[in-house]
């Protein structure tokens, strides 16, 4: 069975523009979660969709949002992006139940923001 | 939120050894995970275990859930487990506003010298 697949796998923006990133989770898997990677803050939640709808959200500005397809593939945006934005952002997905839930995650998406 | 400590923060070692990471967390959850991430970024998993005991290989982890901590043994550690360990937890407290996803301890660094 595939893995979670990311892309694009790396990306370079400047200041004030907007990025989307894509997500295709593993067949079967209804959610799909997105984090942030820092070297400062570590390993943050920013959202989790399920069924097309966005059922978790963690602490982060509304510049950050996302969206679920009817296939689960998942997108998520960034708009007027800032220097801090530069991060590795990773994308996990699961079953989505709350009994079992594991999370596998994608390679991941380095971007730079210059 | 609920709080993840993982210690030590870094650990060298000589190939061969033995080691045992430690993640505490302060509530009770519902999904425990054991990571390892590799030097492009990604997040192997190594265990789902929110209780008990599993065994993979040279790995083995333990989470007694009632007094919030879970171990993971590494043994006879070679040149490749170098990298960074993270546990990740998944509350099992229902915040009101939607629980926060996963949330990552700051890791062990590991180096395993040949």
């Known amino acids: 069975k595939a893995g979670v697949t990311q892309t694009p796998r790396y990306l370079i923006k400047t200041r004030g523009q907007q990025v989307t990133l894509s997500c295709s989770p593993i067949?079967?898997?209804?959610?799909v979660s997105w984090y942030q990677q820092t070297p400062g803050q570590g390993l943050q939640f920013l959202f989790e969709?399920?069924?097309?709808?966005?059922?978790n959200k963690g602490n982060f500005p509304g510049r950050f949002s996302g969206r679920q397809f009817s296939n689960s593939r998942s997108e998520m945006n960034v708009s007027t992006l800032e220097l801090g934005d530069s991060a590795l952002y990773l994308c996990?997905?699961?079953?989505?139940?709350?009994?079992?839930?594991?999370?596998?995650f994608g390679p991941g998406t380095r971007l730079t923001v210059l | 939120g609920i709080q993840v400590e993982q210690s030590p923060p870094d650990l060298i070692l000589q190939e061969g050894a033995n080691s045992t990471l430690r993640c505490n967390f302060s509530?009770?959850?519902?999904?425990l995970q054991w990571f390892h991430q590799n030097p492009w970024g990604q997040l192997i998993n190594l265990f789902y275990?929110?209780?008990g005991t599993k065994q993979n290989g040279r790995l083995s982890a333990t989470t007694v859930a009632t007094e919030r901590y879970s171990l993971l043994y590494i043994s006879s550690s070679q040149t490749t487990d170098s990298g960074v360990y993270f546990c990740?937890?998944?509350?099992?407290?229902?915040?009101?506003?939607?629980?926060?996803?996963?949330?990552f301890g700051k890791g062990t660094h590991l180096i395993i010298q040949p």
């Open positions: 969709y399920f069924s097309e709808t966005q059922r």
């Open positions: 275990i929110p209780s």
């Open positions: 996990a997905s699961s079953l989505g139940g709350y009994l079992y839930n594991e999370q596998f």
């Open positions: 990740a937890v998944l509350s099992s407290v229902y915040s009101g506003g939607g629980a926060d996803g996963l949330t």
């Open positions: 067949s079967g898997h209804r959610s």
């Open positions: 509530d009770s959850v519902n999904n």
